[in-house]
């Protein structure tokens, strides 16, 4: 028997509340193709006797899922070393991206399959978070693999004084200009357009859990792009840029 108590999730706890109270743990039930929505009433200890699942294992991993972690606002990311505020964007917000955005667009498809007749404008919300993905996917790569090692490049030979330094810049002004002028603002217009087909992510009242959680995932979303786009926008791009326009000088 389990003993232990965290976050209100125990055996007798029923998909459908654990996913209501904590949104993140959906994806621990669809791992394990485990109903949370309408259908997911029957307590755990039920459900992981039907499909032969170990409830202590099961429950740590929605534990696991369900911790919130948050980021201080007031962490002086202007005064980090480029080198590390570039790595700290590829590890936390493009891996937050490439785990939350296949797991968000299943959620979505799914949801707006069930539920499109009742709320019209869900079938724009589920084409425009396709575009955006679509876009973002190479989005990232452009960074990791020619932006992001070009400014560590460009850091290095500012901070060493290289005789080379000046042969080594290569206008870096033109492709980032192109990310925070073009694809950032169409990424900032999406989000904005996220906001108005949800209402501020603010479901209807009695609305299931699956809306519920599709909302949920919208906004953490949200979260995550404008503090995103925030570190490169204003913080990495226009550093980087002056060192470059410094070398050149």
């Given at each position: 028997?389990?003993?232990?108590y965290?976050?209100?999730?125990?055996?007798?706890?029923?998909?459908?509340?654990?996913?209501?109270?904590?949104?993140?743990?959906?994806?621990?039930?669809?791992?394990?193709?485990?109903?949370?929505?309408?259908?997911?009433?029957?307590?755990?200890?039920?459900?992981?006797?039907?499909?032969?699942?170990?409830?202590?294992?099961?429950?740590?991993?929605?534990?696991?899922?369900?911790?919130?972690?948050?980021?201080?606002?007031?962490?002086?990311?202007?005064?980090?070393?480029?080198?590390?505020?570039?790595?700290y964007?590829?590890?936390?917000?493009?891996?937050?991206l490439?785990?939350?955005?296949?797991?968000?667009?299943?959620?979505?498809?799914?949801?707006?399959?069930?539920?499109?007749?009742?709320?019209?404008?869900?079938?724009?919300?589920?084409?425009?978070?396709?575009?955006?993905?679509?876009?973002?996917?190479p989005?990232?790569?452009?960074?990791?693999?020619?932006?992001?090692?070009?400014?560590?490049?460009?850091?290095?030979?500012?901070?060493?004084?290289?005789?080379?330094?000046?042969?080594?810049?290569?206008?870096?002004?033109?492709?980032?200009?192109?990310?925070?002028?073009?694809?950032?603002?169409?990424?900032?217009?999406?989000?904005?357009?996220?906001?108005?087909?949800?209402?501020?992510?603010?479901?209807?009242?009695?609305?299931?859990?699956?809306?519920?959680?599709?909302?949920?995932?919208?906004?953490?979303?949200?979260?995550?792009?404008v503090?995103?786009?925030?570190?490169?926008?204003?913080?990495?791009?226009?550093?980087?840029?002056?060192?470059?326009?410094?070398?050149?000088?």
């Amino acid at each position: 028997m389990i003993s232990s108590y965290k976050n209100g999730i125990t055996v007798d706890s029923s998909p459908a509340d654990i996913v209501k109270n904590h949104y993140r743990t959906a994806a621990i039930f669809v791992e394990h193709d485990i109903e949370y929505c309408c259908g997911g009433k029957w307590p755990l200890k039920l459900v992981c006797e039907t499909k032969g699942i170990d409830p202590g294992l099961l429950i740590e991993k929605l534990h696991s899922a369900s911790r919130t972690i948050s980021v201080p606002g007031t962490l002086p990311f202007e005064d980090w070393k480029t080198d590390f505020l570039a790595d700290y964007i590829v590890n936390v917000h493009h891996e937050y991206l490439r785990r939350s955005l296949p797991l968000i667009s299943a959620q979505l498809k799914k949801f707006v399959s069930e539920h499109l007749k009742k709320y019209p404008r869900l079938g724009e919300l589920e084409k425009i978070f396709a575009q955006m993905e679509t876009s973002l996917i190479p989005h990232l790569l452009q960074e990791e693999e020619v932006i992001f090692p070009y400014i560590r490049q460009i850091v290095h030979a500012y901070e060493s004084r290289e005789t080379y330094a000046s042969l080594l810049v290569r206008t870096l002004r033109k492709p980032v200009e192109d990310i925070m002028h073009h694809e950032h603002k169409l990424l900032e217009k999406t989000i904005y357009k996220f906001r108005e087909l949800t209402d501020n992510y603010t479901p209807p009242e009695a609305s299931c859990t699956s809306h519920r959680l599709s909302f949920s995932l919208l906004k953490e979303l949200d979260d995550d792009l404008v503090q995103h786009v925030y570190l490169e926008n204003e913080i990495l791009f226009p550093r980087a840029i002056a060192m470059e326009k410094e070398l050149l000088g």
